[in-house]
């Protein structure tokens, strides 16, 4: 009876086997696709691949796009939209039967959820075929073969990927390769609220330059949020984002003349000295309760923006794209802020140099088109046509990245445009007012989808704003794009959340950090600690 | 093969096989490719590439690694004993209690009573785990704290999740208690509604309490249940995160003492950026063994040898 048994479970297992072959075989393709050339010339090459598509009696070409972002970014998607019609419209110009259709377009709040959900789904092809998230995560992706390479595409068109500032294009490479386009970036600025200030003698119209010279430091942040705190003037003197998604608090690292990778290596570095100071200002701040002990469990919604949009904190790190968020979201007292209340309220600067000698910093975290390795699998003769789908693909981002399509996103969302055509769009009045009024040549879909947004962000303040803070990107720094990056980050908040709470001093925390890191064999070959806790360091100075 | 084994055997596959192609399918399979996966370098879903990049024990030794050298892993052990060990009592005793106290109430409010009790694991995992982030809220926004400076019982918000460890130990188990409890519940009730009314009945007669007939003859009749829901809520306890890891991530608890071992090898593989399923396979092997050893334990404890005896009788 055993062995039957034995049998049964065999024939079972063999089944199950068989069934898992049976449909696997590929079809063989055969070459018969013309093959197209990109010239640069974007209206013949649109035509060039169309006229293949057509003789291959393809009519309809279908593409998704995933995005992720806050709730005034949707044209991380649209955009590809927008992009299809006007490649459609050149087509229909042209006499050519071939219509490009957006089949998907799935937004998220959560960008690290977004990249989690494309890294599981692309190895099964399904995910979309564009995909806008942080270079952060450009070279594992790059590295595993899920976004497609797109040098070769790119050098013909040479004029419009200059246009793009080169830092942006530098971060879109992995091993001198380019794998995508930036969409957009921002920068992280220090607010001051205005009306605390004045309560208090602080000038903030000289403050960004003096900031800007290296004169105004984190020394006298701590100075002045104090004055607020013990004047009464402000509850609080410094209000900061939470949480290691955003790597905003490393500014510090930065300000205070440290690295977090060191390009000879390859390797992620533990600057000892910078962490060190950057602790210690946090701990000082909290410890004198200028800053809440418990920031990093506080609620975005109910308790960081209402602090900041009430006026109950003298500064605030946060970051460009919040001037927008405070007038679209229900923060101050159940309602939205008007643009001018916004202009009224706050001043801001960027992020001040840690002690005399040092730079002032921003950071960024530009966000990329890319294209998926399997862009177009879903349409008929995908093996045949396989390179024109792609260079389509590519055409879309090209298309995507219009200086108008760049200019609406940065207006709409307070991200800083990645193009300088596109920087010049948003101080054009006329245009500006066109976006006000919708009066302009865009898809009925993404007129509807951004319709909202627009109302309520599109405005000469904020744009404004958007030329104000441009200078910041000549400061930025880019948190490496490594890896292992995230897994530091998630140390790092950990340590400052603990070093807030009083739990650990800094020099405790520090070595925690470095603890944590040689607890994981595979981070610690990748992080290298540099540098000692400083002896004598005084804060504030 | 004779006539009647080959009958036999026709009769026994027609009968087994879809029980048998669901224990290779869902069972065997997945088994057989975690551990294997555990081998090798397998990561970012890439099946194609690392499915061959055979490694070894380097993922074991990799995670052995941590658990040594961790400062927080030691907050992790306690925190799963601790969670594993008052949750089961809580959720086998807790489901106890309400299948009795159900028991001698009239039908109608019993019903709904118990399915008042099934809500929390009927709500979302996000949802339910919202509901208590923002009941357990460690400023004025959270309702506990709201509730008790309204009342004056205290004057600065108590941060709940973060007093280490029994703030954060308590949250979790309170809120994995409540999802828990509903499961023992159902199978207390169910065994207590297959017990002969007739025993009840007699005993009432006799003039037994309500504790008495809970004592001398529901709770002894319902043994193989009580072991049941023991040593599957054991098993899940131990294995469980999806709660842990939203008041978790919310940083509501402490992450430390916030941290049980299922949750902690789920963010080493997956919750930091990266996504190792190599690493996650060797933890999950370990945390089968574990569950293996732990279920053997209770089964042995609690007799169970004793219970599975032959009937006497023919047979």
């Known amino acids: 009876m055993k062995a039957k048994a034995v049998w049964l479970v065999a024939i079972l297992l063999l089944g199950v086997i068989a069934s898992g072959c049976i449909g696997g075989e590929k079809e063989t393709a055969t070459q018969t696709a013309g093959k197209v050339q990109l010239t640069g010339d974007f209206?013949?090459?649109?035509?060039?691949?169309?006229?293949?598509?057509?003789?291959?009696?393809?009519?309809e070409v279908k593409f998704s796009a995933w995005g992720s972002g806050d709730p005034n970014s949707v044209m991380r998607v649209y955009g590809i939209v927008e992009a299809a019609r006007r490649i459609n419209k050149i087509w229909e110009e042209n006499g050519i039967k071939v219509k490009i259709v957006i089949t998907d377009t799935h937004y998220v709040a959560s960008f690290q959820d977004a990249y989690k959900e494309y890294l599981s789904?692309?190895?099964?092809?399904?995910?979309?075929?564009?995909?806008?998230?942080?270079?952060?995560?450009?070279?594992?992706?790059?590295?595993?073969?899920?976004?497609?390479?797109?040098?070769?595409?790119?050098?013909?068109?040479?004029?419009?990927?200059?246009?793009?500032?080169?830092s942006l294009i530098e971060a879109s490479k992995y091993k001198g390769r380019l794998y995508g386009l930036p969409q957009d970036t921002?920068?992280?600025?220090?607010?001051?609220?205005?009306?605390?200030?004045a309560k208090i003698g602080l000038d903030v119209n000289t403050l960004p330059e003096k900031v800007?010279?290296?004169?105004?430091?984190?020394?006298?942040?701590?100075?002045?949020?104090?004055?607020?705190?013990?004047?009464?003037?402000?509850?609080?003197?410094?209000?900061?984002?939470?949480?290691?998604?955003?790597?905003?608090?490393i500014q510090f690292i930065f300000a205070f003349g440290g690295k977090l990778y060191d390009p000879n290596t390859g390797k992620l570095v533990v600057d000892v000295p910078a962490v060190y100071k950057w602790l210690y200002v946090e701990w000082k701040f909290a410890q004198d309760g200028l800053l809440p002990k418990d920031i990093m469990s506080w609620d975005w919604a109910k308790q960081i923006h209402p602090t900041i949009v009430e006026g109950k904190t003298l500064f605030d790190i946060g970051g460009t794209w919040y001037w927008t968020e405070w007038q679209t979201k229900q923060y101050y007292h159940g309602r939205g802020l008007k643009p001018e209340e916004v202009k009224e309220w706050f001043a801001y600067t960027l992020f001040p140099a840690g002690e005399k000698g040092d730079k002032p910093v921003t950071l960024s975290?530009?966000?990329?088109?890319?294209?998926?390795?399997?862009?177009?699998?879903?349409?008929?003769?995908?093996?045949?046509?396989?390179?024109?789908?792609?260079?389509?693909?590519?055409?879309?981002?090209?298309?995507?990245?219009?200086?108008?399509?760049?200019?609406?996103?940065?207006?709409?969302?307070?991200?800083?445009?990645v193009r300088k055509e596109a920087a010049k769009l948003i101080k054009d009045e006329k245009w500006l007012n066109d976006l006000k009024n919708l009066n302009l040549d865009l898809d009925p879909t993404v007129k509807d989808n951004i319709k909202n947004i627009v109302q309520a962000t599109v405005n000469p303040i904020n744009a404004q704003f958007l030329a104000d803070v441009s200078y910041m990107l000549e400061y930025t720094h880019l948190a490496p794009a490594h890896p292992k990056y995230p897994a530091l980050a998630d140390i790092f908040?950990?340590?400052?959340?603990?070093?807030?709470?009083?739990?650990?001093?800094?020099?405790?925390?520090?070595?925690?950090?470095i603890q944590k890191v040689n607890a994981d064999p595979e981070l610690k070959e990748n992080v290298e600690i540099q540098g000692e806790i400083p002896k004598n360091w005084k804060f504030p100075q | 093969m004779n006539k009647i084994n080959k009958e036999k055997f026709t009769a026994l596959s027609f009968f087994l096989s879809p029980m048998l192609l669901m224990v290779v399918l869902f069972y065997l399979i997945p088994l057989i490719m975690t551990v294997y996966i555990s081998f090798t370098q397998m990561r970012n879903w890439n099946v194609e590439r690392y499915l061959k990049d055979f490694v070894g024990l380097y993922n074991y030794e990799r995670l052995f690694y941590m658990f040594q050298h961790d400062p927080t892993f030691k907050a992790v052990l306690l925190t799963t004993i601790v969670f594993v060990g008052i949750t089961l009592i809580i959720n086998v005793f807790g489901g106890l209690a309400l299948a009795l106290a159900t028991f001698f109430i009239s039908e109608k409010p019993a019903s709904s009573f118990?399915?008042?009790?099934?809500?929390?694991?009927?709500s979302p995992i996000a949802v339910y785990s919202l509901v208590w982030y923002y009941f357990f809220h460690g400023s004025e926004i959270g309702t506990l704290n709201s509730i008790l400076m309204k009342l004056?019982?205290?004057?600065?918000?108590?941060?709940?999740?973060?007093?280490?460890?029994?703030?954060?130990?308590?949250?979790?188990?309170?809120?994995?208690?409540?999802?828990?409890?509903?499961?023992?519940?159902?199978?207390?009730?169910?065994?207590?509604?297959?017990?002969?009314?007739e025993l009840v009945i007699a005993a009432r007669v006799d003039g037994a309490s309500a504790w008495e007939i809970s004592r001398k003859i529901l709770i002894p009749l319902t043994k193989w249940h009580f072991l049941y829901v023991l040593t599957w809520q054991f098993l899940s306890l131990l294995t469980t995160y999806p709660h842990i890891f939203l008041l978790v991530q919310w940083d509501l608890v402490n992450r430390d003492y916030g941290t049980t071992l299922a949750l902690y090898v789920f963010n080493t593989a997956f919750g930091r950026g990266e996504q190792d399923q190599g690493l996650a396979a060797a933890a999950a092997v370990i945390l089968s063994i574990i569950g293996v050893i732990g279920g053997f334990v209770t089964l042995k404890v609690l007799q169970f040898e004793k219970m599975m005896k032959r009937p006497r009788g023919d047979f």
Do not use: C
């Open chain 1, 121 to 166: 789904k692309q190895p099964l092809g399904q995910a979309g075929d564009f995909f806008v998230n942080s270079y952060a995560f450009l070279p594992t992706l790059a590295d595993e073969g899920y976004i497609l390479d797109i040098t070769d595409y790119a050098n013909a068109y040479k004029s419009v990927i200059d246009d793009f500032y080169p």
């Open chain 1, 493 to 513: 908040k950990e340590a400052v959340d603990k070093v807030l709470r009083g739990e650990m001093t800094p020099e405790d925390a520090v070595n925690y950090i």
């Open chain 1, 186 to 197: 921002e920068a992280r600025p220090l607010y001051v609220r205005k009306d605390v200030a």
């Open chain 1, 212 to 249: 800007k010279s290296g004169e105004f430091t984190w020394s006298d942040v701590y100075y002045w949020a104090k004055k607020a705190k013990e004047s009464g003037a402000a509850e609080w003197g410094l209000i900061h984002r939470k949480g290691s998604a955003h790597p905003d608090l």
């Open chain 1, 43 to 59: 209206t013949k090459d649109v035509v060039a691949i169309g006229k293949v598509l057509e003789q291959n009696g393809i009519s």
């Open chain 2, 114 to 122: 118990r399915l008042l009790w099934l809500l929390p694991r009927m």
């Open chain 2, 152 to 197: 004056g019982v205290i004057s600065q918000p108590i941060p709940w999740g973060q007093t280490v460890p029994w703030g954060a130990w308590s949250i979790i188990i309170f809120v994995n208690g409540l999802v828990g409890v509903s499961f023992g519940m159902i199978v207390f009730t169910s065994a207590l509604n297959q017990i002969p009314r």
């Open chain 1, 365 to 417: 975290q530009p966000f990329i088109w890319m294209i998926n390795s399997k862009a177009g699998a879903q349409n008929p003769k995908y093996d045949e046509l396989k390179d024109v789908y792609h260079m389509l693909a590519f055409l879309m981002i090209i298309k995507a990245s219009d200086p108008d399509i760049n200019a609406i996103h940065s207006v709409i969302s307070a991200h800083l445009p």
